[in-house]
Structures are given as C-alpha cells and as structure tokens.
C-alpha cells in the first residue's frame, strides 16, 4: 500500500549546520508531496510542497525535490536557526481520495 | 490562505461523557474533511473521511459508533467522542481538502482531549 518513511528523530544540529531529512515513499498513483512541520502544543502548517516529478518546493530556506526515480522528497535547509527546532512531517497524498498518508515525524532540535 | 479552526482547543471531562469537537473551513468551501489522532510523539493517524451530506468513512480499526462524524454542510464537520474513556485522551486535528488541483490539505489547530 502507500507509505511515507522518514528518517527517525531526534536530529540535533547548531545553529547554522546544514539540515537534511530523508523521506521515502511508495505509491501506486501519481501523488502529490508535502512536508508539514509542527511547533510544540500547535496544530501542523504547510511547509512546502510539490505536485509533480522533479518539481521543488522551497520556503523559509528549506527545500525539498520530488524524485520519482529515487521515490524520494528529502527536506533540506543550508543554515538552521534556533526557531527550526520543530517536529517535521513529510505526507503524500491527494490521488487516492484525496486521502494523506504521514512519515512517523522527525524532531528537529537545534541548539544556539 | 485557507484557514481551518478547531473548536475547543483543549477540553477536559469525566469518563462516560461525550464530547463534540468542531472543524470549520473558515474562508472556503470543503467538499471533504479529514479527521485525525495524533498520540503523544507520534505521527498522525487518519481516523475518517468526511464529505458533505453523506457517511464517513472509517479507517480499519476505528469505531464508527464511538468517533461519530457528522459533515453537515461544506464549511463544518463535528466528531463526537462517545462514552469516553482515558484511553480516548489525545490530540485530535481536522483538516479539509482544498478543493483544488494540487490536493493540498489545509489542518486545524487540533483539540487537546484529556479524559480524566
């Protein structure tokens, strides 16, 4: 069936090291790739996403390629920031009625 | 953008109640929403699909007659918790489907429920 793997947490990092999360999945459509992060006691926003094979989707530094020869959408930041530490989940979804199937999440902490 | 709220954010009862939670697309129209639990330091786990104007749809292992889904009309969706138990304390989120052609989903806030 469809699956979303990520690499397990925690990741600790200083401030300004490079970040990458690895995200794998298996689909049998053409989905769409997301990744979510969520800050303690909230709800989970959007990071990024990308709709189609080698689309990027970039925001606030982080960036993420959807490979589909590799069936991979690592996350990448180039300098991470203290106010990075978060849970971040990487999701595909939309094509099998609309449902979003989630990565087991990665904590993110990063030390001044 | 897109908002989705959750109300409460947190609730607290007694074992036996029942408890409804509500989900709100606040600034569109969500032909679909989606409900989720999410246990403490784990990922989400989808419960249920909820369209408009018709039954839910249950994931396997999930009981309809406890978690009812009620998708009333294109911008609410309730779940109720009946009879709860502690086990039921958790962290429920809604999200609802946006409708457009890159299916993004976008998530309330989540409902902190603690069954004492």
């Given at each position: 069936g469809d699956s979303v793997t990520q690499m397990e947490g925690p990741v600790t990092l200083s401030e300004e090291a490079f970040l990458t999360i690895n995200c794998t999945y298996t689909a049998t459509g053409y989905p769409s790739l997301f990744w979510y992060v969520q800050y303690p006691g909230e709800g989970l926003q959007l990071l990024l996403k990308a709709t189609k094979a080698d689309d990027k989707g970039s925001n606030k530094g982080f960036e993420a390629t959807y490979r589909k020869e590799t069936t991979s959408f690592h996350l990448e930041k180039g300098s991470v920031q203290v106010s990075d530490s978060a849970v971040y989940f990487c999701a595909l979804g939309g094509?099998?009625?609309?449902k979003f199937y989630f990565g087991s999440g990665t904590k993110l902490n990063v030390k001044p | 953008g897109a908002v989705v709220s959750q109300h409460p954010s947190w609730v607290i009862c007694k074992s036996g109640t029942s408890v409804k939670i509500e989900c709100r697309s606040l600034d569109f129209q969500a032909t679909t929403m989606f409900w989720y639990r999410q246990f403490p330091k784990q990922s989400l786990m989808l419960m249920a699909t909820s369209n408009e104007g018709s039954k839910a749809t249950y994931e396997q292992g999930v009981e309809k007659d406890k978690f009812l889904i009620n998708h009333a009309s294109l911008t609410l969706s309730t779940l109720t918790v009946t009879s709860a138990h502690p086990e039921d304390s958790s962290f429920y989120i809604c999200s609802a489907h946006s409708g457009t052609l890159d299916n993004e989903q976008f998530f309330g806030p989540g409902t902190r429920l603690t069954v004492l």
């Open positions: 094509y099998n009625f609309n | -």
